[in-house]
Structures are given as structure tokens and as C-alpha cells.
């Protein structure tokens, strides 16, 4: 099943989400078809809230990346229940773009590599250290389970000139090439 996009405005966006449990019903069925309804989207990451649910789980599939960071070449992953532990002091300023904020892209500084514990799709526990695109992609889905959006991560400025446009886009204003809702 591909589903819609929750769109900048939606409520379910600005949710702390709930910790999954392995009783979750159909939680492989949703794990499938969060990887369909991303890739259908052309997406890199997808997290649960954006497609409605106020759980801790996100996807990714940073592999097309690995031509300019070979650390992305095996990054296709599910995080369940994710918690960073610990971030690098260097921050790296880089691009994004969001499924729940079509059209727009700014510049986000994030930590350069983190660390993060989190829990697989059959419920076993990693650790894992994340560099480059891996970091990067993991960070802006973990944001999501927390209620954040990226353009909360951009300068005051830019927010400021960003305000009309996400206003817009909170009233349905905005164009995409895949299936959204508001809520």
C-alpha cells in the first residue's frame, strides 16, 4: 500500500511519538509498505508520522548516495525505537529537502556523524556510529519522531523568509508529485 504524504501543518508532524512494541499489529506489513510508499515519493527516508502514525520508526535507503559518500552504499535500514547517544562536535551544513515540505530545500547545519542505538525490524539492538549521508539522513528522520521539521533547523533569516511559504503550504497551497493529506 502506498500512502499519502502528511503534509507542513498537520498535527501529527509536531507529535512526540510512542515507542513500538513487537505486538504491533502488522508491523512488517507497515515496514513494507513505508519502503514502497518512500520510494514511490522518491525518497531517501521516511518516517512514520509523515504517513500519519505517531510511532518511533522510520526507513531509509540512502544507497543511491554511495557514488559521492561510499558510506551510504549499504544504507537501507529500519529504525525502530531510536535513541542518538551521542553526536561529533563538528557540525556540516548541507541541503534538504523534506517529503512533508514539498518544494522546499535549505541549508540545515547537523552534527557531521552520530551514534545511535535502535532496534531492527525483527526487534535486535544496534549500535551503530554514522557518517556523511548516513548521519544526515538518520538525523533528519529521527527529527520527525520528535516533532520537528527541518526548516525549524534553518537560520532565523531564512525562516523568516520561509514563514509565507509554509504558511501556504499549511492551508494546502503547494504542489507534489505524489499522493498528500492534511490533517
Not at 505486538?23 to 525518497?43: H, N, Q, R, V, W
Not at 511559504?165 to 499522493?179: I, N, Q, V, W
Amino acid at each position: 500500500m502506498i500512502y499519502p504524504i502528511y503534509v507542513y501543518g498537520s498535527g501529527v508532524l509536531r507529535k512526540e511519538c510512542q515507542e513500538v512494541t513487537p505486538d504491533y499489529p502488522e508491523l512488517a506489513k507497515l515496514i513494507e509498505d513505508m519502503f514502497a510508499t518512500m520510494y514511490a515519493s522518491d525518497g531517501v527516508g521516511l518516517a512514520a508520522p509523515q504517513i500519519g502514525k505517531d510511532i518511533r520508526l522510520f526507513v531509509v535507503d540512502g544507497t543511491g548516495f554511495a557514488d559521492v559518500d561510499p558510506t551510504a552504499k549499504d544504507f537501507k535500514k529500519v529504525f525502530i525505537n531510536p535513541e542518538i547517544v551521542e553526536e561529533s562536535d563538528v557540525e556540516v551544513l548541507m541541503n534538504e529537502g523534506c517529503l512533508s515540505v514539498p518544494g522546499i530545500h535549505e541549508d540545515v547545519y547537523r552534527p557531521e556523524s552520530i551514534t545511535i542505538n535502535y532496534l531492527d525490524e525483527n526487534f535486535e539492538e544496534h549500535e551503530e556510529e554514522l557518517t556523511g549521508w548516513p548521519a544526515r539522513i538518520a538525523q533528519h528522520e529521527y527529527d520527525h519522531l520528535d516533532g520537528i521539521v527541518f526548516t525549524d533547523r534553518v537560520g532565523s533569516l531564512r525562516k523568516t523568509l520561509l514563514r509565507s511559504k509554509l504558511s501556504a503550504m499549511s492551508k494546502g497551497k503547494f504542489s507534489a508529485a505524489y499522493r498528500t493529506k492534511q490533517k
